[in-house]
């Protein structure tokens, strides 16, 4: 697998974490989109702040439908130091 750039230390919130269960889903099926670049459900705008954020070291997110509809963000940090799985709810 390609990998855009270094997710640092993972953590997950517990709202994301009991949702992520809820589904019977792994957070490394959204971690693993979210590294190669797979901004997920995002508008055009968005996934082109993304490629910029690449280039310019800034902080990176991606935006996820768990089967049930709640939204997942994967939020990583500018200086690629860590990576966090969250609910929109959560930030």
């Known amino acids: 697998m390609q990998t855009k750039f270094p ?3 993972v953590v997950a919130t517990p709202g994301a974490l009991e949702a992520l269960t809820a589904n019977s889903q792994h957070p490394l099926e959204f971690l693993t989109r979210h590294v ?3 901004w997920g459900d995002l508008d055009e705008h968005d996934r082109k702040e993304n490629e910029y954020s690449l280039v310019h070291q800034l ?3 991606s935006a996820y439908t768990l089967r049930d509809g709640t ?3 994967v939020i990583t940090e500018a200086d690629r130091s860590a990576t966090t ?3 929109p709810s959560e930030y």
């Open 59 to 61: 902080r990176l997110l």
């Open 7 to 9: 997710l640092g230390q």
């Open 36 to 38: 190669a670049g797979d």
């Open 85 to 87: 799985l969250l609910l």
């Open 71 to 73: 939204r997942l963000w």
